[in-house]
């Protein structure tokens, strides 16, 4: 049904909403408060609730601000996504510390393993990456580790002494924030005696060993790096270079190193919303949902992904509904997104599809057409062939798969044709059972370490829903380009990507005992989002109002919500 359209005011008839906004953040700042304090009470660590003040203030404050801006100043939305994507990724930064996120041990070391590279130190040594001494903390946070010492003069970690070492922020406690507090930026811990020497037969590396100052000196780390395309660490890389030159502790280095990487993202989904013809809205929206703005504050390559996603969806559509041709320089960076990006999860790879939105005239006929094409195309098979023909590969070749975490055989692609009826009996199930995990997770359920104590409760995740819904219907005197053909033509690339998501984790996760398939989160779906929800305007339902902003207000405001939450969690965790 069609609605009569009316136009916004000039912005003071927000105030009222603006203030009770306000209200409601207080109180639950200081329901919120009692947590923290009990937690404060209980471990001795009295200088939390001072902590948890500075962060409710800070993220309050900050809600209020960016209202502000968005309801009465009425200031441009890139601005303001910029302002709220650095504040709120600081905060969810330092109320989810460093290693905390899903896997995030092994993306910082894949880091690491960069930042060597920068540095002129060796990558990798006997398939270690080799560490600063100071940095095993990271890993080691309880200093558990007994350190033993090869012929070359560096260290490396006793299997009895790795059994019980203790990643920092693998679980979130409150012994996690006093270990932060405890420690700081700046100050080194003492060198660590080896407890004896082993004699391996490798020789000196000599880039490893050049310098015997204490912050020089290297060991060998446990944790296993991701096999993938070193684009996706480049940034935080460069964040751990500059602490180690710095000299910050390891502290100093993960949190710089974090902090790299949510600079890329804010650059680059500050760039896309810039691009977008329209939707701006849409993607600020997806861009500050708290599973995104709390990866995005981490060392994971999910940055990647989403930052390069983001700008791949919004080339797209600009240079399908806006531009008047496609320059050289959009195919290059589409090349570059493509062979930074697909590597990473080989099914985002669909989402180039939508270049298919722009017509043939705008690149100047066919055969620029194919040139631009085959250019984008073969970016992406060629880090493939590269980075991951081998895993590729085996799981092709109809050996059979073997699961590790589960202890037994797991599902081949040859199973998809030989037996249809169990595979497609497994993906219903899926849907039925674990589409509302999805959907929980895309959002911000199971934050950190996929805690589920660090959550977003569902009366706040339907508020977030809402929100995303009033953002993806059609503004009154908005133009729709997403319609028709178009609008299928996303809809199936969409599809296409959840499918081969699924796919990949039944091929390489999947036991045949499952009932299930096992290893699919929400995250997952967050790069296709914006694109999906844009092609839902429609002009069946329009606003009689834009409520974007105010959309786009109680969606920061929940993001403030939800850092003093996980704040007096953790605290509560003695």
């Known amino acids: 049904m069609k609605m009569r359209t009316r136009m916004n005011g000039s912005g003071k008839e927000n105030l009222p909403f603006l203030i009770a906004v306000f209200l409601v953040l207080l109180i639950l700042a200081g329901l919120h408060f009692m947590d923290a304090q009990a937690g404060a009470l209980a471990g001795g660590d009295l200088w939390l609730t001072g902590r948890y003040l500075a962060v409710a203030a800070l993220a309050i404050l900050a809600a209020v601000l960016l209202g502000y801006l968005l309801l009465c100043a009425k200031a441009r939305l890139e601005t303001i996504f910029v302002l709220a994507a650095l504040v709120f990724g600081a905060l969810y930064l330092y109320v989810l510390p460093p290693l905390s996120a899903p896997d995030e041990i092994s993306h910082y070391i894949s880091a690491y393993r960069l930042s060597n590279q920068m540095m002129g130190v060796s990558a990798e040594w006997t398939h270690q990456i080799p560490v600063r001494e100071e940095d095993w903390f990271a890993e080691d946070s309880q200093g558990t580790y007994k350190a033993r010492l090869r012929p070359d003069g560096l260290m490396y970690v006793d299997e009895e002494g790795a059994a019980d070492a203790q990643v920092l922020g693998q679980t979130l406690t409150e012994e996690t924030y006093r270990q932060i507090h405890e420690k700081g930026l700046w100050g080194f811990e003492e060198k660590r005696e080896p407890i004896n020497v082993a004699d391996d037969g490798m020789a000196v590396d000599e880039s490893i060993t050049s310098s015997n100052s204490l912050r020089d000196n290297f060991v060998l780390s446990t944790a296993n790096p991701v096999r993938t395309t070193a684009a ?12 180690r030159l710095l000299g910050l502790n390891s502290l100093g280095l993960l949190y710089l190193g974090r ?31 708290p599973m995104t703005i709390h990866l995005t504050a981490s060392f994971s390559y999910d940055v990647l992904l989403l930052s390069g996603m983001f700008v791949l969806t919004a080339v797209c559509l600009d240079l399908a509904a806006h531009a008047e041709r496609v320059r050289m320089r959009d195919v290059v960076l589409m090349v570059i997104i493509m062979a930074a990006a697909g590597p990473c999860k080989i099914v985002y790879v669909s989402l180039a599809g939508l270049c298919l939105l722009v017509p043939v005239k705008k690149f100047g006929g066919w055969k620029r057409w194919g040139f631009a094409a085959a250019a984008v195309l073969g970016a992406w098979v060629l880090a493939m062939l590269l980075l ?67 959550d977003v409760p569902w009366p706040a995740l339907v508020l977030l829903t809402v929100c995303l819904f009033g953002l993806l219907l059609r503004k009154p005197g908005e133009n729709l380009w997403l319609t028709g053909g178009r609008r299928i033509w996303v809809w199936c690339v969409c599809v296409l990507c959840s499918g081969l998501l699924l796919l990949s984790m039944l091929i390489s996760l999947t036991p045949l005992s499952a009932s299930v398939i096992t290893g699919v989160q929400g995250r997952y779906f967050l790069p296709l989002l914006p694109v999906l929800l844009m092609s839902m305007k429609n002009d069946l339902v329009v606003l009689t109002k834009d409520v974007s902003r105010e959309c ?22 003695v």
Not at 233 to 242: E, R, S, V
């Open 552 to 573: 786009l207000f109680l969606m920061v405001s929940v993001n403030a919500y939800v850092v003093m939450r996980v704040f007096a969690t953790v605290c509560l965790r």
């Open 232 to 243: 996706a660490y480049f940034f935080p890389a460069l964040g751990i270079t500059l602490a």
């Open 388 to 454: 991951n023909g081998a895993t590729v590969g085996y799981y092709s070749s109809g050996e059979a798969n073997y699961v590790d975490w589960a202890g037994e055989p797991g599902y081949m692609l040859g199973m998809l044709i030989s037996q249809p009826l169990r595979c497609c009996k497994l993906l219903y199930q899926t849907l039925v059972w674990q589409t509302g995990y999805y959907y929980q997770t895309m959002l911000g359920g199971y934050l950190g370490n996929l805690d589920e104590l660090l």
């Open 259 to 289: 902090i790299a990487n949510l600079l890329f993202y804010t650059v680059s989904a500050s760039y896309a919303m810039r691009r977008l013809p329209y939707g701006k809205e849409v993607l600020f929206g997806v861009g500050l949902l």
